[in-house]
């Protein structure tokens, strides 16, 4: 199946310091990627679609200029948590469509995670 | 509004069977997705319905009626390692995922 990986998987930074999380859909081109974030024992909450191309679309209260997303390229999309916080920290997830009519369904594929901690 | 719900917790058995259950009210229809996430990761696919019915997929199968808004997975011969968070989610008619809140599954020997 395609595969997603994420960039770091883990990272502590100190608070007010900008973080940048990298997506990128390793065997398959992804005009769309999703952003999401997930706090302990909660569902996935869609941040953000990204974009090939064009500007990322930001879901009722997220702040664009906070998580900055640039989709630079078929398989990368990034996300950056800027001037972080400690009420930041979360579990970013981000996850592709393959768009190129190499998957059966209009499943998503999921990057491993990455785990933010703002102290 | 848009809404998915699935219970918060079930416990099974090891070698038994469970059945989870998602009901949904979205705008629009196009497909309802089971993933299964353990916990510190990302979600895995288990299974796509987009047509009335059960689909199976080994020890997995998943059902959906349309009609009543409902599905379920079932999971047979429940192993240790199917303890994970369940999730059930519904492409609508933007192609926009929506997510319930997870069914967390706990397998007791």
């Known amino acids: 199946g395609a595969v997603v990986s994420q960039h770091p998987s883990r990272v502590i930074c100190k608070s007010g310091t900008s973080v940048k999380i990298e997506c990128r859909s390793l065997d398959f081109q992804a005009t769309t990627m999703f952003w999401y974030r997930q706090f302990p024992k909660k569902s996935l909450m869609l941040m953000a679609t990204s974009n090939e191309g064009s500007k990322a679309t930001y879901e009722q209260g997220v702040e664009k200029d906070k998580f900055l997303i640039n989709h630079a390229s078929l398989t990368l999309s990034t996300l950056t948590v800027t001037s972080a916080h400690p009420e930041d920290s979360s579990f970013y997830i981000c996850?592709?469509?393959?768009?190129?009519?190499?998957?059966?369904?209009?499943?998503?594929?999921f990057g491993p995670g990455t785990r933010l901690t703002v102290l | 509004g848009q809404n998915i719900d699935q219970p918060t917790e079930m416990t099974a058995t090891e070698g038994a069977i469970v059945q989870i259950n998602c009901t949904y009210q979205?705008?629009?229809?196009?497909?309802l997705f089971w993933y299964q996430q353990h916990a510190g990761e990302a979600p895995t696919f288990l299974s796509y319905n987009v047509l009335d019915g059960l689909e199976e997929k080994g020890r997995f199968s998943s059902f959906l009626s349309r009609s009543k808004g409902y599905s379920y997975l079932l999971l047979k011969e429940l192993q240790m390692k199917d303890s994970a968070s369940y999730l059930c989610?519904?492409?609508?008619?933007?192609?926009?995922?929506?997510w319930g809140a997870g069914t967390k599954l706990i397998i007791k020997p």
């Open positions: 996850s592709a469509r393959d768009t190129s009519g190499g998957s059966s369904y209009n499943e998503q594929f």
């Open positions: 989610a519904v492409l609508d008619s933007n192609y926009q995922l929506i």
């Open positions: 979205t705008s629009g229809f196009n497909g």
